[in-house]
């Protein structure tokens, strides 16, 4: 019997559509491995009717008072809370994602981050109006951007989806989203709970793969492209956005270094930083993947470290004991695996190593020690459950092997010594320094990278004003 597969359609200035040229790909569980879903493959006339529709929804939008956008995004974030199951659910069948998990981890931080921007809204600062000049006042305006393009990655679809769209309206622009290829269905639903709430066309959704993606980026109208996927990604769509002096916002990847000096409490860190680096199956740009111990401690360490990794489940959505489910598909599955099967023959599989069951795309929470500054697993990121451990001899090699990758977004520190956690996160190069924690966020502070992490801010007032533009106005007191 052939279990018909669910029909995803576009969303288009406030209509749900099918691709114009009526292509579609198939949407995979990678929990199973099966398809649920089909969703359009959009092409350059999908993009148009798009940003179209967005340029048209725009001045309405932009006109409107902060207080009134204001209260758009709180209905969005009370119509999400209602809404939680059904969210959980599609976002689950979506990624794999554990059914508790996403409930308990990723849905109530993105209401409280939608209604921080609501808050946001009301709240934007600039220097005040004065006479800079004799007989003249000066006034600087802010204003939103225009139109949009946004592209969410597969990792986290529905919070991705959240920290595009929402300080963008905020700020008073109009909105294409792009979800990624593999994961379009949550924010397809989210689309559906917003459709009643927000002036048509002013956000809008388009599925679709790579090529969907390059066409928005490319289009004229979209006065800002935003991404957040890889180094490769973000350097195409700067690439194609410098062609017409696009606005560019890029959260790209990461290769968190976690710190760990000899006075740290090694039970609780070695606890604590598994949970950062195994959580989300290790799709997460700022987990904690590289493990860099002091020499003193580093056989304690590497032991307690591997205890929670064998004590660490995954598996099915519905299992509450799991931490983390699938990868998302099955090249990043054969991404992850080649990475252990590549090891140098120094390296040392300490735990794990090894894809989990014949159905899915699982793979075993992983620790590797013996490893070196240049080896490739400590170089690129591999974004999936696999955490290394280097050693070192003092705090100056400590900082030259947390520095010494390409990738600069997030990074920890452990240890009990004030001085030294203060002189570690000066010197660390990276976007955000936690001190005896790794991987907490929260909506107030922001997020975002150095080098090749990216540049801008999610989150925060500093990613609000990211969606905004500044205009000097100066008047002549004679007139």
């Known amino acids: ?3 018909e597969l669910r029909r995803l359609r576009n969303y288009i200035g406030g209509e749900f559509k099918d691709a114009a040229d009526g292509r579609t790909t198939e949407v995979v569980n990678p929990a199973t491995g099966e398809a649920y879903a089909t969703a359009p493959l959009s092409g350059q006339a999908d993009v148009d009717a798009a940003m179209a529709a967005a340029a048209a929804a725009f001045p ?4 409107t008072t902060p207080a009134a956008r204001q209260k758009a995004l709180l209905r969005i974030a009370d119509a999400f809370e209602a809404r939680a199951d059904e969210l959980v659910a599609t976002e689950s069948e979506n990624t794999g994602k554990p059914l508790g998990l996403t409930a308990s981890e990723e849905l109530p931080p993105m209401v409280d981050q939608i209604r921080f921007f609501a808050g946001a809204a009301r709240l934007l600062e600039g220097r005040s109006a004065g006479e ?19 592209v969410a990655p597969w990792n986290y679809p529905m919070m991705m989806a959240v920290w595009k769209f929402a300080p963008a309206l905020a700020a008073g622009n109009t909105v294409v989203l792009k979800p990624s290829d593999t994961t379009p269905a949550s924010t397809i639903l989210m689309a559906e709970i917003i459709d009643s709430i927000l002036p048509k066309g002013v956000f809008n959704v388009v599925c679709g793969d790579r090529e969907t993606g390059r066409a928005m980026v490319e289009h004229p109208t979209p006065a800002m492209a935003s991404i957040t996927g890889s180094v490769r990604a973000g350097m195409q769509v700067a690439e194609s956005a410098a062609k017409d002096v696009k606005r560019v916002h890029l959260e790209l990847g990461g290769k968190a270094p976690v710190v760990v000096f000899e006075d740290a409490d090694i039970a609780k860190a070695a606890e604590d930083i598994a949970v950062a680096g195994f959580f989300n199956a290790g799709q997460d740009c700022t987990a904690a993947t590289r ?4 020499e003193s401690i580093h056989d304690e360490f590497v032991a307690a470290l591997a205890k929670n990794a064998a004590d660490t489940k995954t598996g099915q959505p519905d299992d509450e004991d799991v931490l983390y489910g699938p990868l998302n598909n099955p090249n990043q599955l054969k991404q992850v695996a080649g990475f252990i099967e590549r090891l140098p023959a120094h390296a040392k599989v300490e735990a794990g190593g090894h894809q989990v069951g014949e159905k899915g795309y699982f793979y075993a929470p992983t620790v590797v020690s013996g490893l070196e500054q240049d080896d490739e697993i400590i170089q690129n990121e591999v974004f999936g459950p696999v955490i290394t451990v280097q050693s070192f001899t003092d705090e100056g090699q400590a900082l030259e092997y947390a520095n010494g990758v390409e ?7 452990w240890t009990k010594n004030h001085g030294r956690a203060m002189r570690m996160s000066k010197n660390l190069d990276f976007g955000c320094v936690w001190i005896n924690t790794h991987i907490p966020l929260v909506a107030e502070m922001p997020h975002g990278g150095f080098k090749k992490s990216g540049y801008g801010k999610d989150l925060s007032a500093y990613g609000f004003e990211d969606y905004t533009r500044i205009k000097h106005v100066m008047t002549s007191l004679d007139g």
């Open 132 to 150: 800079y000049m004799e007989g003249m006042t000066s006034i600087v305006r802010r204003e939103p951007v225009g139109v949009c393009a946004q």
């Open 291 to 294: 493990v860099i111990v002091h």
């Open 407 to 413: 990738f600069a977004l997030a990074s920890s520190v």
């Open 60 to 63: 309405g939008w932009r006109d």
């Open 1 to 3: 019997m052939t279990t």
